[in-house]
Structures are given as structure tokens and as C-alpha cells.
């Protein structure tokens, strides 16, 4: 499997900032590799309740991640001010694949990259439901063509 390239920040039209913390650095003196997951979840989850997409305390639907991945080019670290790109590449009948670059600084190709499909269920009882009408319309803007370069 050929490795894959780092995505340019011209790929991106959204972008959300991210300040690492003191934690978030391991004993090799750079970000963890799961932290950059909680990055993806930060940008991901932020945009959608900016965007009145997620009520976390009151909605009837939840997203549930089941498919992640990332891919590290470029050590991040304490105080590194982070770029998280946004956008969305494929809108499903019940699911939605969002991609996530960091970019650190303002570097112009990512750190790391990856993304996060999400399912979308029932509160309640944790079946797919169709993705709610409020949600589709905050997707539009991220939704993106995979012509990175």
C-alpha cells in the first residue's frame, strides 16, 4: 500500500483553531498519537454545534464514529498553534465521512490527517436514523470534491 501524501491547506475551506496544551505532550516531548483523534473530535463536534447541528444535552440524534484513521507526516508539540481543515467528502442516507488536516502553524501541508465517519442514530435506542434536515444543511458548506493537489 503506497503511503499516503500530506493534504495541502488549499484543500480546505473551513478551518477550526486548536491550541495544544501542556498535556498534550508524551515523554518524547511531542503531541501523543491519540491526542490528534481528540483534535479530529474538537473540530468535528465544534463545527457542528456552531452550526446548530448538535444539541449534545437535548437531541434526539447522536453520531456515532464507527471508521477512523490517521496518518502522521510532521511531530506537533506544546505550544504549537494548530489549523484543524474541515470537510466533509461523502453525505450517506444515515452516515457522513468527515476529513480532518492539522496543520501546524501556518504550514502549508498537514501534520497529520485523517478522518471520522459517523452514523447517525436514535438517542434512544441507537438505531440509524436518516441524517435530520438541520444537519444536511450544516454539511453543505463542508462538503468537498477529493481534488486535493
Known sequence: MERPKPWPRTGFLHFRDIQT????????GHVNNAVHYSYFDTAVNR??????????QNGSV???????????????????????????TRIGRTSVRFEVALFREDDEFAAAQGHFVHVYVDRATRRPVDLPEALKNSLADLKQQRNYF
Open 47 to 56: 463545527y457542528l454545534i456552531e452550526t446548530g447541528a448538535l444539541d449534545l
Open 62 to 88: 447522536i453520531g456515532l464514529v464507527v471508521e477512523t484513521a490517521c496518518s502522521y507526516f510532521k511531530e506537533l508539540a506544546f505550544p504549537d498553534r494548530i489549523s484543524a481543515g474541515l470537510r466533509v
Open 21 to 28: 496544551r501542556w498535556m498534550d505532550n508524551d515523554i518524547y
